[in-house]
T-cell receptor
Framework: DAGVTQSPTHLIKTRGQQVTLRCSPK?????VSWYQQALGQGPQFIFQ???????QRGNFPDRFSGHQFPNYSSELNVNALLLGDSALYLC????????????FGQGTRLTVV | KNQVEQSPQSLIILEGKNCTLQCNYTVSPFSNLRWYKQDTGRGPVSLTI?????NTKSNGRYTATLDADTKQSSLHITASQLSDSASYICVVGSGGGTSYGKLTFGQGTILTVHP
C-alpha cells in the first residue's frame, strides 16, 4: 500500500500563473482534504472532497478550487498565484469524513516568485 | 470560532528526559482529538486519536490524555530520543453540522532533543 501520494514534491511558479497539485489517497479511502501550511504555522483547512463533491470549505478565496475523480484521487488548482500562496500543501485521506484515521501525504512545496 | 492552542511554542530537552506538551481547544461540536508528529517539510504522522469517552491513550513512549470537560489535552513523551525532534500538532475533529469531519489544527510545539 503506497499510502497517500502527492505530486509534484516541489514546484516553483511565477506570480499570476496557475498551478495544479495532485493527490492519490490511501487505498480504500474515499475522502480527501487539502491543507495549506505556511512556514512555522499549523496546517489550514482549504476544502474537503467526498463522493466527487466539495463537502466543506475553509476561508480560502475562489482562486483555490478542486476536483475529485471517480477513483477518489483529487486535484487542487490555484489561479492567479500570489507570493503569499507559497507554502507546503498537504493532502489527507480518510475512510469516511472526520471519524476515521486521517493519513497525510508528504506534501507539495510551492514557491511563488 | 473553532480554535486549538498549544503550549509551549518550542521546547528544548536533553536526550533521555521526559516532557509534556499542552493543548487547549474550543472546537464545537467535538468529535475526536488527535496528536500528530511532523518532521520538517514532511506530512504529519498520527500518534494517537481519542474520542470523547477516552481520557488516555498510549503509543509506545507517547501518552496522550484528554479532559473533555476542561477541553484540554496533553502529550507526554517518555525517555526522549534524538529522533523525537519534530513539531507536535494537536488536531481536533468536528462532530456534526456543517463542519462535520473538519479538522482544526493547532500551531504546533517544536521539540528539539539535544544529546
Amino acid at each position: 500500500d503506497a499510502g497517500v501520494t502527492q505530486s509534484p514534491t516541489h514546484l516553483i511558479k511565477t506570480r499570476g500563473q496557475q498551478v495544479t497539485l495532485r493527490c492519490s489517497p490511501k487505498s480504500g479511502h474515499d475522502t480527501v482534504s487539502w491543507y495549506q501550511q505556511a512556514l512555522g504555522q499549523g496546517p489550514q483547512f482549504i476544502f474537503q472532497y467526498y463522493e466527487e463533491e466539495e463537502r466543506q470549505r475553509g476561508n480560502f478565496p475562489d482562486r483555490f478550487s478542486g476536483h475529485q475523480f471517480p477513483n477518489y484521487s483529487s486535484e487542487l488548482n490555484v489561479n492567479a498565484l500570489l507570493l503569499g500562496d507559497s507554502a507546503l500543501y498537504l493532502c489527507a485521506s480518510s475512510l469516511e469524513p472526520g471519524l476515521g484515521e486521517a493519513f497525510f501525504g508528504q506534501g507539495t512545496r510551492l514557491t511563488v516568485v | 470560532k473553532n480554535q486549538v492552542e498549544q503550549s509551549p511554542q518550542s521546547l528544548i530537552i536533553l536526550e533521555g528526559k521526559n516532557c509534556t506538551l499542552q493543548c487547549n481547544y474550543t472546537v464545537s461540536p467535538f468529535s475526536n482529538l488527535r496528536w500528530y508528529k511532523q518532521d520538517t517539510g514532511r506530512g504529519p504522522v498520527s500518534l494517537t486519536i481519542m474520542t470523547f469517552s477516552e481520557n488516555t491513550k498510549s503509543n509506545g513512549r507517547y501518552t496522550a490524555t484528554l479532559d473533555a470537560d476542561t477541553k484540554q489535552s496533553s502529550l507526554h513523551i517518555t525517555a526522549s530520543q534524538l529522533s523525537d525532534s519534530a513539531s507536535y500538532i494537536c488536531v481536533v475533529g468536528s462532530g456534526g453540522g456543517t463542519s462535520y469531519g473538519k479538522l482544526t489544527f493547532g500551531q504546533g510545539t517544536i521539540l528539539t532533543v539535544h544529546p
